[in-house]
Structure formats: structure tokens, C-alpha cells
């Protein structure tokens, strides 16, 4: 939008430009004949006055109304009404013909007379190098759109990006893989997010050690009771009654054991941890989805 508002004032500027130019060089070629007219309507005069305009638009010029006869130097172009017109008028005025546009311009001869000095000027000459100026202002209009839209893609990259890492990030800790971190970066807002999902995630390890060590002290507890009902497990007489009880402390003792050893293995942060309900029941974790189980390719260090 913004290269379209620079556009088509300036395209507008150039044909306008194109115009004034062309009526500038229909003015200057009037002036010389006008200037002969004012001394002297000698056609002959007049002719010579015509030939040192110079250049191809010697052609165009012409003289109406010169003498009693209305004599005419030249080929015009205008129509009769619009000469009737211009000789009528103190100033000069512009009749559209065919091809073009007739430049008119009365001059008072004397006697009663007016005069009338007419150039042709082109419709070719009216848009002479507004054809161009176009085609290079759309160039250039284009080129900065191709530029912007290039800027503008690079920046929205930056942002995509690192909010694609913390989405990554965020799917892969939900899964349970505990060392995702990321290196804040983008815009102000993702990497304070970034920075409070990397500080989340060491809190949950910080925690879930935290757990492990909870349980594996309270099963150590445990320990004291268990002994003592064991010896007096012991003491009782070998009925059917004191072997069933017997075989649930040994059973309870086993599973203690289990308990402690799981608690005190090292945590995998590369794959879902094992809490203390999993380790007490012997099931395995549920399985990560297969869209987490890269967290390094969220953008990780």
C-alpha cells in the first residue's frame, strides 16, 4: 500500500510533467513567430522566422488570418471554429484535433486583424518518457514490496522459531522428559517464557528428588517395625495361623526392599521418571508420545 501511494502520485507527476514540457517547447516556437508578427507580416519573414525554431517540429507550425486574404503559412490542423475562436480571445487556448492537441495563440496585426499562430503538438509528444517512468517506478515499487516482504519474513522467523522451541519444550517436560532446557531468545515475552519453563523444569527435578529421598527415608523407617514383628513372628508356635503370618512379613520385607533400591537409583532425565506409586506396584511408566521423544530437537542445549 505504501508503495502504491508513492506510485501513482509520481506517475501522475511524470505524465503531468510530460505535458508542461510539451506546451513549454509549443510556447517557445509561438513566441519566435509572434515576435515577427508584432513587426512585419511579410510571409516570407514569417517563413524564416518558422525555419529558426529549428528541429522536426517546423512541421507543426502555422500562421492563420495573415493579411486581408487570410492568407495561411503552413498546415494547419485546427478547425475553423476553433480559430473563429481563438481570434476572438486575448489569450491562448488549447483545441483538441486529431492526433494531438493545437496549440492557439492570437496576435493582433494590425487594421482590425487578429492572427492566429498555431503548433500541432503530438499525442506521442503529450506522454514522451511516461511510459518508462512507469515501467521504472513499478520496478522500483516492486523491488522495495520483494524487499519488505523479505524483511518481514526474516523477523517473523525469529519469533516463529523460538515460539515452535517453547511449544517443543513444553510438549516434550509434559511427557515427562526432564532435561529440556532451552536458550531464551526472540522477542522479550518468549524468552522470559523460556527462562520460566527452563527454572519449572529444574524445580520438578529438584522435587522429584526430593520424593525419591522421602520415600526411600520412610521405607528405611519402616525397617525398625518390621523387624520387631518379625521376632515376634518368631516366638509364635508353628501352626498353620503363625506360617501364613510369617510368610506376609517376608513378603513385606521384599517389597520394602524393592521400594528403597528404585528410590535410590539415578533419575533418567531423558526418559519419563519413575515415580514411588510406579516403583510400589512394579508397572512401568506410560509410554512418551513419539512427537517428545526427541526434546533435543526443540531447540535444547
Request: proline fraction near 5%; include cysteine.
Amino acid at each position: 500500500m505504501v508503495a502504491l501511494a508513492f506510485l501513482i502520485p509520481l506517475g501522475l507527476v511524470v505524465q503531468q510533467l510530460a505535458r508542461e514540457r510539451a506546451f513549454a517547447d509549443a510556447e517557445r516556437q509561438t513566441a519566435v513567430v509572434v515576435a515577427v508578427l508584432t513587426v512585419t507580416t511579410d510571409p516570407l519573414a514569417i517563413e524564416r522566422a518558422i525555419a529558426s525554431t529549428g528541429g522536426p517540429a517546423v512541421s507543426r507550425v502555422s500562421v492563420h488570418n495573415l493579411g486581408e486574404e487570410g492568407l495561411e503559412i503552413g498546415t494547419g490542423h485546427a478547425a475553423a471554429k476553433d480559430l473563429a475562436h481563438a481570434a476572438d480571445q486575448a489569450a491562448p487556448v488549447t483545441a483538441t484535433v486529431a492526433g494531438g492537441l493545437s496549440y492557439l495563440e492570437p496576435v493582433d496585426v494590425g487594421s482590425g486583424r487578429t492572427a492566429v499562430v498555431e503548433v500541432f503538438i503530438p499525442e506521442d509528444e503529450l506522454s514522451d518518457g511516461v511510459s518508462g517512468a512507469w515501467w521504472a517506478l513499478s520496478a522500483v515499487a516492486l523491488g522495495l514490496v520483494i524487499a519488505s516482504v523479505w524483511v518481514g519474513d526474516r523477523l517473523a522467523a525469529k519469533v516463529t522459531a523460538s515460539a515452535r522451541q517453547l511449544a517443543g519444550a513444553a510438549g516434550a517436560l509434559s511427557e515427562g522428559y526432564l532435561d529440556v532446557r532451552l536458550d531464551p531468545s526472540g522477542p522479550r515475552e518468549l524468552a522470559e517464557a523460556s527462562f520460566a519453563l527452563n527454572v519449572m523444569a529444574d524445580r520438578i527435578m529438584a522435587l522429584l528428588t526430593n520424593e525419591r529421598e522421602l520415600v526411600a527415608d520412610l521405607s528405611h523407617r519402616l525397617r525398625t517395625p518390621l523387624t520387631a514383628l518379625r521376632l515376634d513372628a518368631e516366638t509364635l508356635d508353628d501352626s498353620q495361623d503363625a506360617d501364613r503370618i510369617r510368610d506376609a512379613i517376608a513378603a513385606l520385607e521384599v517389597e520394602i526392599d524393592k521400594l528403597i533400591r528404585a528410590m535410590r537409583e539415578p533419575i533418567d532425565a531423558h526418559s519419563p521418571p519413575r515415580t514411588a506409586a510406579n516403583a510400589a506396584t512394579g508397572r512401568p511408566p506410560r509410554p512418551a508420545s513419539r512427537a517428545a521423544t526427541s526434546p533435543r530437537s526443540c531447540g535444547t542445549g
